[in-house]
């Protein structure tokens, strides 16, 4: 086949200039494979670049989608042990919304095998993330704690369970009473309504005044002052979003006296010898804990590739629990 079917964003926008088109298969390149779509997750970066908030990389396709699962039907599986017609699923660089899409062999995971091709394609761009910035960047170690804003997100569900998977007390927060029950449902000790309370204050009272740990924060903004306030001792925030806001205050003599820290990533402009790094660590540490059944697909709904921009507005109403895919 040399023709298939994707999404492209006609022009920057509201959710209605996603566009149902038709595009050549990619060519795969030295060390990528070419990956029939079954199904791809939607992220917030889509919707960002959707927008024009959030330009492509140069060296990315211009259709949206950071992740897909499916059958393997031609590239170069090199090294990879994968082989052609396996299941996989895989962090992408761009080009998820298609029937087709290449992918770096060593950016692929296997789909787990109980889990549909839907379940599948919700794992990539929260795992890598989530891996790469609580436990690299955010170095969470042994009997400590983790706090995680927007809880009930698809990078909120799978820090908490991968968290609580790996022995840590996790808290977490939401927007609802709904969600905060989900939190708690997946693991976390305790997960706090922040249209309601303080969850500097509430985070505080949990911890008999210690603080957590780690924060993953996607809010930024005046967040930021009150996360610094709810970390321990040594305490390390990180950001990987700013829908709060890009600037802040922060209480620099609070990071002086506490030797806190405070960093942050952005994973898409990172590099593919980077992320498959990341893609042996969940392969080691998290694949097992999925295989185990200790970890579980939280899928909200699915779409029809054809509905991506009903799947977008969705995605920007912030009432879902967990992730959203697209399926073909």
Same mark, same amino acid.
């Not at 690299?136 to 609580?164: D, K, M, N, W, Y």
């Not at 305790?190 to 210690?210: H, L, M």
């Not at 992320?275 to 969940?282: C, S, T, V, Y």
């Given at each position: 086949?040399?023709?298939?079917?994707?999404?492209?964003?006609?022009?920057?926008?509201?959710?209605?200039?996603?566009?149902?088109?038709? +595009?050549?298969?990619?060519?795969? =390149?030295?060390?990528? $494979?070419?990956?029939?779509? %079954?199904?791809?997750?939607?992220? +917030?970066?889509?919707?960002?670049?959707?927008?024009?908030?959030?330009?492509?990389?140069?060296?990315?396709?211009?259709?949206? =989608?950071?992740?897909?699962?499916?059958?393997?039907?031609? !590239?170069?599986?090199?090294?990879?042990?994968? &082989?052609?017609?396996?299941?996989?699923?895989?962090?992408?660089?761009? =080009?998820?919304?298609?029937?087709?899409?290449?992918?770096?062999?060593?950016?692929? *995971?296997?789909?787990?095998?109980?889990?549909?091709?839907?379940?599948?394609?919700?794992?990539?761009?929260?795992?890598?993330?989530?891996?790469?910035?609580?436990?690299?960047?955010?170095?969470? /170690?042994?009997?400590?704690?983790?706090?995680?804003?927007?809880?009930?997100?698809?990078? /909120?569900?799978?820090?908490?369970?991968?968290?609580?998977?790996?022995?840590?007390?996790?808290?977490?927060?939401?927007?609802?009473?709904?969600?905060?029950?989900?939190?708690?449902?997946?693991?976390?000790?305790?997960?706090?309504?922040?249209?309601?309370?303080?969850?500097?204050?509430?985070?505080?009272?949990?911890?008999? !005044?210690? /603080?957590?740990?780690?924060?993953?924060?996607?809010?930024?903004?005046?967040? $930021?002052? +009150?996360?610094?306030?709810?970390?321990?001792?040594?305490?390390?925030?990180?950001?990987? !979003?700013? *829908?709060?806001?890009?600037?802040?205050?922060?209480?620099?003599?609070?990071?002086?006296? +506490?030797?806190?820290?405070?960093?942050?990533?952005?994973?898409?402009?990172?590099?593919?010898?980077? &992320?498959?790094?990341?893609? %042996?660590?969940?392969?080691?540490?998290?694949?097992?804990?999925?295989?185990?059944? &200790?970890?579980?697909?939280?899928?909200?709904?699915?779409?029809? *590739?054809?509905?991506?921009?009903?799947?977008?507005?969705?995605?920007?109403?912030?009432?879902?629990?967990? &992730?959203?895919?697209?399926?073909?």
């Amino acid at each position: 086949m040399s023709t298939m079917q994707a999404i492209e964003i006609s022009q920057p926008g509201a959710a209605d200039v996603l566009r149902l088109c038709e +595009r050549a298969v990619p060519v795969p =390149g030295p060390g990528e $494979v070419l990956i029939q779509v %079954h199904a791809a997750g939607i992220n +917030r970066p889509d919707v960002l670049q959707r927008m024009g908030l959030y330009r492509a990389p140069a060296d990315a396709s211009d259709l949206p =989608g950071l992740e897909v699962a499916g059958t393997i039907v031609g !590239g170069d599986v090199g090294d990879s042990g994968f &082989k052609l017609g396996e299941r996989v699923c895989a962090l992408v660089h761009g =080009g998820g919304y298609a029937e087709y899409c290449c992918a770096p062999a060593s950016n692929c *995971l296997p789909a787990p095998k109980d889990w549909s091709d839907a379940e599948a394609a919700s794992l990539p761009e929260t795992c890598f993330t989530v891996w790469s910035n609580v436990f690299e960047r955010g170095q969470l /170690g042994a009997g400590e704690t983790l706090l995680v804003q927007g809880g009930s997100s698809g990078i /909120g569900v799978t820090a908490i369970q991968i968290a609580h998977a790996l022995g840590h007390c996790v808290f977490a927060t939401a927007g609802s009473d709904d969600k905060v029950r989900a939190c708690e449902a997946l693991g976390a000790e305790r997960a706090i309504n922040y249209r309601e309370a303080d969850f500097s204050k509430a985070v505080r009272e949990y911890t008999d !005044g210690r /603080g957590v740990d780690v924060i993953l924060d996607i809010v930024g903004g005046e967040y $930021v002052a +009150r996360e610094i306030a709810c970390l321990a001792d040594d305490g390390r925030l990180v950001l990987i !979003g700013v *829908l709060g806001g890009t600037t802040a205050q922060i209480p620099l003599a609070q990071i002086l006296m +506490r030797r806190l820290t405070v960093t942050g990533s952005t994973l898409r402009p990172r590099s593919d010898a980077y &992320k498959a790094q990341i893609a %042996h660590a969940l392969r080691e540490r998290v694949w097992p804990l999925i295989d185990a059944g &200790k970890i579980k697909p939280v899928i909200h709904q699915t779409f029809p *590739l054809a509905q991506a921009a009903d799947a977008h507005r969705l995605m920007e109403s912030s009432t879902h629990i967990g &992730k959203i895919v697209l399926t073909l």
